[in-house]
């Protein structure tokens, strides 16, 4: 495909209806091969897990067409010369993420809205008991299959949007929970009329009886085989979007060259693998970009955050407030798979849900300890991840950041020195409001409170590091100096910087070439600051 036909090719932002992309020729990755694996086999029931804007709506629309029989759709794609039949089948779709859940009293209108609308489909004008949900899916099942003479096809997206909006108000989540567990409850009883479930979400639930009452659902999360079935996989980005990076790196020139920044094509996949990739959901470790940033930068013919724009995850930040759960933990937290996967009645540990809702995924495996290790992603998470920690944290007081901002671009630039950096670091948490210090005020806070900041400031940064004899609060790394920063509350900067010193931190960076700093800090108790810092050359590089 040459230059002029890409830029005539389409990208369907926001898009998630599968008649409308193909029908109108835009941009679509072809993922029917993992529909067809699923539509092959025995199994009935099917369940995954993926985060927002990773394409599950549009995958329920692509099953949608399926069943239907609109083989027309299909054609070129995978799917298309694998099914002989092309049967159409009775097809009932309840997507759950149609309103809002912030109230109780909107709670029965939305659900009744979606009901009614199926209904609508199969001639239902009158339900006997409205508020039955129950009843009332057993009519649509009942009535589906003796209108066609077939089996009936279910599928449900964002089946937990109501839990998921209502996880702050303990009282309204137990009142959803029980609508929607009436909604569910008969996928078990009247199995024998349907021939595909297929539940789409961001987390589990243990008391909607959907995971407890379902026989042999299909968990679809983790299945290596199904690591691709969302998102965009690195292979699918170098291959079937060669030509659509080859015109955004025309873009970005366009962009970029009136400040003398030349991309390559080789800068662009660069740039796209650090902002974009680095998901992974199975111990294969396929690599797996976002689609909803990729076809926005492909789209806008520019590389930024996307992703993180279209919702911030302040429940999730407010959970880890309540349990003690600081971002230099979650950076480098180890688990075992099944904790990822655990469900749960109401979110009390934020761990499996960040990463089931994409701000946390599998980095690494440990065999010997059967443990993952979770990290941001890539840059776009972390950036927007970060950001919103500092401003949760820092309330009303977030325009300081604006001047430790400065202050570091300075320091990037050698304009001032480690020690200026400080000096501006000490102002910056002297005009902490007390409002801030006061309700968790202990060295992990300040801690966690310049990681973030850096991080938002889109500094090489690190936290928690593990070395032979401890971990390390800070390491941040410059292009002529690695800074091991050590904070310490109502202690001295010489422990600081003694702490890095025995416990030979340095050693963490002993292949790299640049010179490595300790940069040791006492937090003030009575001050709410920085009332001493002491800076210390480890090596000689």
Same mark, same amino acid.
Not at 373 to 401: A, I
């Given at each position: ?86 049967? +159409?089948?009775?097809?009932? @779709? ?8 912030? *109230? ?31 009843? @009332? ?75 407890? *009452? ?167 998470? @972390? ?29 990037? @630039? ?8 400080? *000096? ?112 210390? +050359?480890?090596?000689?590089?």
């Amino acid at each position: 495909m040459n230059t002029e036909e890409t830029k005539r090719r389409g990208y369907a932002v926001g898009v998630q209806t599968f008649d409308w992309i193909r029908e109108r020729g835009s941009v679509y990755i072809d993922k029917t091969e993992y529909i067809w694996k699923m539509v092959s086999t025995d199994a009935v029931n099917f369940f995954l897990s993926r985060p927002r804007r990773f394409g599950k709506s549009l995958l329920v629309d692509t099953l949608c067409c399926y069943f239907e029989g609109r083989k027309e759709l299909f054609e070129g794609l995978y799917i298309y010369d694998k099914e002989k039949e092309w049967k +159409k089948y009775p097809v009932i @779709r309840l997507d759950l993420s149609n309103g809002k859940y912030f *109230e109780k009293e909107g709670v029965h209108p939305t659900i009744n809205a979606i009901l009614r609308q199926q209904e609508r489909e199969f001639g239902i004008t009158n339900p006997v008991d409205p508020t039955n949900y129950d009843s @009332r899916l057993t009519e649509l099942i009942q009535t589906a299959y003796e209108q066609t003479g077939e089996k009936v096809v279910i599928l449900i997206d964002e089946y937990d949007a109501p839990m998921l909006d209502s996880i702050n108000n303990l009282e309204l989540q137990d009142y959803i929970r029980d609508r929607i567990r009436n909604l569910f409850s008969p996928l078990k009883a009247q199995a024998k009329y349907l021939r595909f479930v297929f539940l789409t979400g961001i987390s589990k639930f243990s008391q909607l009886s959907v995971f407890s *009452e379902l026989n042999n659902l299909q968990q679809l999360t983790f299945a290596p085989e199904y690591e691709g079935i969302c998102g965009i996989t690195e292979e699918e980005l170098l291959t079937e979007w060669k030509p659509d990076i080859e015109l955004l790196t025309e873009k970005l020139n366009k962009l970029y060259n009136r400040y003398g920044i030349n991309y390559t094509y080789d800068d662009t996949v660069t740039k796209l693998k650090e902002m974009y990739d680095g998901y992974h959901f199975s111990d294969n470790f396929t690599d797996i970009y976002c689609p909803w940033s990729l076809v926005n930068a492909f789209a806008m013919g520019r590389i930024q955050n996307f992703w993180f724009s279209t919702g911030t995850p302040s429940m999730l930040i407010n959970v880890m407030r309540q349990h003690n759960i600081s971002i230099q933990q979650i950076e480098h937290f180890r688990a075992s798979l099944d904790r990822f996967d655990a469900p749960t009645e109401r979110i009390s540990d934020p761990i499996p849900v960040l990463f089931q809702s994409g701000y946390l995924t599998l980095k690494e495996y440990d065999p010997i300890e059967n443990e993952y290790v979770l990290g941001f992603p890539n840059g776009e998470v @972390r950036e927007g991840f970060t950001k919103s920690l500092y401003k949760f944290y820092m309330e009303d007081y977030v325009g300081s950041q604006d001047a430790l901002g400065s202050a570091f671009k300075r320091l990037r @630039r050698k304009d001032i020195t480690i020690e200026g950096f400080i *000096e501006c670091l000490q102002l910056w948490y002297a005009g902490i409001p007390y409002s801030i210090t006061d309700k968790n005020q202990n060295e992990q806070l300040y801690q966690s409170l310049i990681y973030a900041a850096l991080m938002g400031f889109g500094a090489d940064v690190s936290a928690e590091e593990q070395t032979s004899d401890g971990r390390m609060d800070i390491a941040l790394k410059l292009q002529d100096a690695i800074y091991i920063i050590e904070l310490k509350y109502n202690k001295t900067a010489e422990a600081a910087t003694d702490q890095i010193i025995t416990k030979n931190y340095a050693a963490r960076f002993a292949s790299d070439p640049r010179p490595v700093i300790a940069v040791g800090l006492n937090i003030s108790q009575d001050r709410r600051t920085i009332d001493s810092y002491k800076v210390v +050359k480890v090596n000689s590089r």
